[in-house]
């Protein structure tokens, strides 16, 4: 599983060498990293970074992306990363517009199912 996911897991490793000092966890098989920041959480093989570790919600969701790296591998970074980095970062006017919600876009639908989260 690591070679299959190494690009995501070497990026995470880093982040954790970096955010180590703060409220570390484990959820099922990742690490939650809990890090001072207000834009948000991100997964990153089997690290997860959280900006709320009391939120379960949240970090279900981030484990979802965290399966969704089990199975795309590679692929990852570009099938749901990227994608998900642009609609997180240059949409929300468009979503706000729209009544969208943030959890609409298939990445994030998808990293709510295989994570089991209600959000």
Do not use: C
């Not at 190494?6 to 890090?35: D, H, N, S």
């Not at 979802?64 to 980095?85: D, E, K």
């Amino acid at each position: 599983m690591l070679l299959w996911t190494l690009p995501q897991q070497i990026i995470g490793f880093i982040g954790f060498l970096i955010f180590r000092k703060g409220y570390v966890f484990t959820y099922r098989r990742a690490r939650i990293i809990e890090v001072p920041n207000r834009y948000g959480s991100v997964s990153l093989g089997n690290f997860i970074f959280v900006n709320d570790s009391r939120n379960l919600e949240l970090i279900k969701h981030e484990y979802g992306h965290t399966r969704q790296s089990y199975r795309l591998g590679w692929l990852y970074l570009l099938v749901i990363g990227l994608p998900s980095i642009i609609w997180a970062a240059f949409f929300e006017g468009f979503r706000a517009k729209y009544g969208i919600s943030y959890y609409a876009f298939y990445t994030e639908r998808w990293a709510n199912v295989l994570g089991g989260a209600k959000l």
